[in-house]
T-cell receptor, first 116, second 117 residues
Framework: KAGVTQTPRYLIKTRGQQVTLSCSPISGHRSVSWYQQTPGQGLQFLFEYFSETQRNKGNFPGRFSGRQFSNSRSEMNVSTLELGDSALYLC???????????????FGQGTRLTVV | AQKVTQAQTEISVVEKEDVTLDCVYETRDTTYYLFWYKQPPSGELVFLIRRNSFDEQNEISGRYSWNFQKSTSSFNFTITASQVVDSAVYFCALSVRSGGSARQLTFGSGTQLTVLP
């Protein structure tokens, strides 16, 4: 079974630009969550998508947005990049259905974004 | 709100020593889940274990074992006979069922484990 695939692995952008990151979950998984990892703030939850709908959102500004497609692939967009957005962005895949015993989240290798 | 504390920022041990990584959590929810993840230098978070709040049984998997104690809100992780390949950052995480999604993980700050040959 293929794991979680994130593309690209590395990105360098300039302040003020926007960026789109992609995540393909494990086949059959319908939930995709995004996390930001920085040395100062650690791992922080951005949002979760399930069946093309945002189900939960962390405490991040509106510049951070996402979407999910019918095949469960997800994209995350950051507009008007700031230096502080430099981070490792991790995507997590899980089955995600309600009423089902909780299933663990499997992570991709992440996209390392550098804003200069 | 949920909180996870990993007080040990860095630990260094010599190969074959046993090492315990501490994790203390806070939540008011009665149903919650605890996790341990390993992050090697490649960046991917590797799932190690999940524990449910209603199951306090300790677990052993090879050289790994986990001690879950609700009375002290702790979920500690022990590696027996450590190996160099165990060197990584280890994260403890918590999620709760309330609020609509059980998939929002609250992570601790991580413990960098270095196993020296």
């Amino acid at each position: 079974k293929a794991g979680v695939t994130q593309t690209p692995r590395y990105l360098i952008k300039t302040r003020g630009q926007q960026v789109t990151l992609s995540c393909s979950p494990i086949s059959g998984h319908r939930s995709v969550s995004w996390y930001q990892q920085t040395p100062g703030q650690g791992l922080q939850f951005l949002f979760e998508y399930f069946s093309e709908t945002q189900r939960n959102k962390g405490n991040f500004p509106g510049r951070f947005s996402g979407r999910q497609f019918s095949n469960s692939r997800s994209e995350m967009n950051v507009s008007t990049l700031e230096l502080g957005d430099s981070a490792l962005y991790l995507c997590a895949s899980s089955w995600g259905g309600r009423g089902r015993f909780y299933t663990e989240a499997f992570f991709g290798q992440g996209t390392r974004l550098t804003v200069v | 709100a949920q909180k996870v504390t990993q007080a040990q920022t860095e630990i260094s041990v010599v190969e074959k020593e046993d090492v315990t990584l501490d994790c203390v959590y806070e939540t008011r929810d009665t149903t919650y889940y605890l996790f341990w993840y390993k992050q090697p230098p490649s960046g991917e978070l590797v799932f190690l274990i999940r524990r449910n709040s209603f199951d306090e049984q300790n677990e052993i998997s090879g050289r790994y074992s986990w001690n879950f104690q609700k009375s002290t809100s702790s979920f500690n992780f022990t590696i027996t006979a450590s190996q160099v390949v165990d060197s990584a950052v280890y994260f403890c995480a918590l999620s709760v069922r309330s609020g609509g999604s059980a998939r929002q993980l609250t992570f601790g700050s991580g413990t960098q484990l270095t196993v020296l040959p």
